[in-house]
C-alpha cells in the first residue's frame, strides 16, 4: 500500500509538470493584439450589446464604444425588459449620440434565455458584415476594435474571441474570478485549439465574440443555443463542429470587465454558469473538481503533516512540494498574464476548495429546477439542444 500512495504523490507532481508545460506554451500561443495591420478596405462592423438592468454599466460601456478609432461601425443596444432606469439611460445617450441605435426588446418566447433572444434581435437588426458581441459591463480601449477586426483578418478567423481583464476588487471577487481564467490558461491547450477541428477544444469568453456574419448564420446564431447557459461556450463549439476557424487571443491591455461585485455575485454568476461549461455531464463536472481539489489540497495536507512529525511512511514529502511549488507556478503565471494581484497565487486552495463548492451547488441547482439571474429563471436545457 505504501508504494501506492508513494506513486500518487509522484503522479500528482508529474500531472502538474505536463500542465504547466502547456501553461508556458500558452504564454506564446495567446497572443496580444495589435501586431497586425488593418486591411483595407475595412469591413462594417455591427457592435451588439444586449442590456438588462444595466443602469450602472451602460453608459460608460457605451461612450467607449463610441470613442472606436475604426473607419466603419455601428453600436446597437438592446434593452431586455429591464425593470431599472435602462431604458432611460439609453434614450439619454441616443439623443447625444446619434450614431448609437436602441432598440426595445421584443417579448422573450418560450425557450429562450433572455440574452439569447436580446442578441438574436440585435443580429438581425445588424449592418455588418462582422458582428461583435459584449457585455454591458465592458469597458474599451480605442485602438480594440481596429485591433481585434485586424487579428481576425490575420488569423483568417471565423471566430475571434478575447479574453479581456477581469477586474475584481472585493476579496470575495478575488477568490473566485480568476479561477476562470486559471482553468483556461492551464487546461487549454490554444495551439491545438487553433489547430484542431475538435469542437471539444473550444473556449470563448461572452465578452467579447467577434464573428464573421456568415459564419454565425451559418452555425445557426443564437437560435441554435437559444436554452444553453453558456452561450460563448456553445457558440465556439458550433463554429468549429461546422469547420469554421475559431480564435483566441489575449485582450487585457484593450478590454476591461466587472463582472461582479461581491462575493454573492460570483458564487450565484458560476453557479448558474458551471455545470452548463461541462456540457450538464454530472459525472466529468464532479471528478474533474474532486481531483483538483486532491491535487490541490492533498500535497499541502501531506508537507503539513510532515512538518508537525506525524507524516507516515507511505507518503513522500518531496513529490509533494514539488506539486505545491507547481501549483504556485500556475496560478503565478495566469495572475501575472490576467492582471491579478500575484498574492492571490498563494490563496489558490481556497479559491480551489471554493470551485468545488460552486460545483456541487451548480448541479444542484439544475436538478431543484435551475437558478435564477436578473429575474430570471435559468433551467436546463431539453436534451440535444445543448449547443
Not at 274 to 295: D, E, I, K, M, S
Amino acid at each position: 500500500m505504501s508504494g501506492f500512495w508513494i506513486q500518487h504523490q509522484f503522479s500528482l507532481a508529474v500531472f502538474l509538470a505536463v500542465i504547466l508545460l502547456n501553461a508556458l506554451a500558452n504564454l506564446w500561443t495567446l497572443r496580444k493584439m495589435g501586431r497586425h495591420p488593418l486591411r483595407a478596405p475595412a469591413p462594417r462592423v455591427s457592435v451588439l450589446v444586449p442590456a438588462r438592468n444595466e443602469e450602472r454599466n451602460i453608459g460608460p460601456c457605451v461612450q467607449s464604444l463610441l470613442a472606436q478609432g475604426y473607419p466603419d461601425f455601428e453600436v446597437l443596444v438592446l434593452d431586455d425588459e429591464s425593470t431599472d432606469g435602462t431604458w432611460a439611460c439609453l434614450r439619454a445617450l441616443a439623443a447625444e449620440f446619434p450614431r448609437l441605435r436602441v432598440l426595445r426588446g421584443k417579448p422573450r418566447p418560450d425557450g429562450w434565455i433572455g440574452k439569447h433572444w436580446a442578441c438574436a434581435q440585435l443580429a438581425e437588426a445588424a449592418s455588418g458584415t462582422l458582428l461583435l458581441f459584449t457585455d454591458a459591463d465592458t469597458r474599451h480601449h480605442p485602438q480594440a476594435l481596429r485591433e481585434a477586426v485586424a487579428t481576425l483578418q490575420a488569423t483568417d478567423a471565423d471566430m475571434l474571441t478575447l479574453l479581456p481583464q477581469e477586474e475584481a476588487i472585493t476579496w470575495g471577487e478575488r477568490l473566485i474570478v480568476p479561477v476562470m481564467y486559471w482553468s483556461i490558461h492551464s487546461f487549454l491547450s490554444a495551439a491545438l485549439a487553433h489547430r484542431l477541428r475538435a469542437s471539444d477544444l473550444s473556449a470563448a469568453i461572452g465578452q467579447y465574440m467577434l464573428f464573421r456574419r456568415t459564419a454565425y448564420e451559418a452555425i445557426g446564431g443564437h437560435a441554435a443555443i437559444r436554452d444553453n447557459v453558456v452561450d460563448d461556450l456553445a457558440l465556439a463549439r458550433r463554429i468549429k463542429a461546422a469547420g469554421f476557424r475559431l480564435r483566441i487571443a489575449d485582450g487585457t491591455a484593450r478590454v476591461r470587465c466587472r463582472m461582479y461585485h461581491n462575493f454573492r455575485e460570483a458564487w450565484d454568476g458560476f453557479s448558474k454558469n458551471l455545470y452548463a461549461a461541462f456540457n450538464y455531464n454530472a459525472a466529468l463536472l464532479l471528478f474533474v473538481w474532486a481531483y483538483l481539489l486532491v491535487v490541490a489540497w492533498e500535497p499541502i495536507l501531506v508537507l503539513l503533516a510532515a512538518g508537525l512529525g506525524a507524516l507516515s511512511p507511505a507518503f513522500a514529502p518531496v513529490p509533494a512540494a514539488i506539486a505545491v511549488g507547481e501549483m504556485l507556478a500556475l496560478w503565478a503565471v495566469a495572475c501575472a498574464r490576467f492582471k491579478f494581484p500575484l498574492y492571490l497565487a498563494l490563496l489558490y486552495p481556497v479559491s480551489i476548495a471554493i470551485a468545488f463548492a460552486i460545483a456541487i451547488r451548480s448541479l444542484a441547482l439544475a436538478y431543484r429546477g435551475g437558478a435564477e439571474w436578473k429575474g430570471r429563471k435559468v433551467v436546463r436545457p431539453e436534451r440535444g439542444t445543448q449547443g
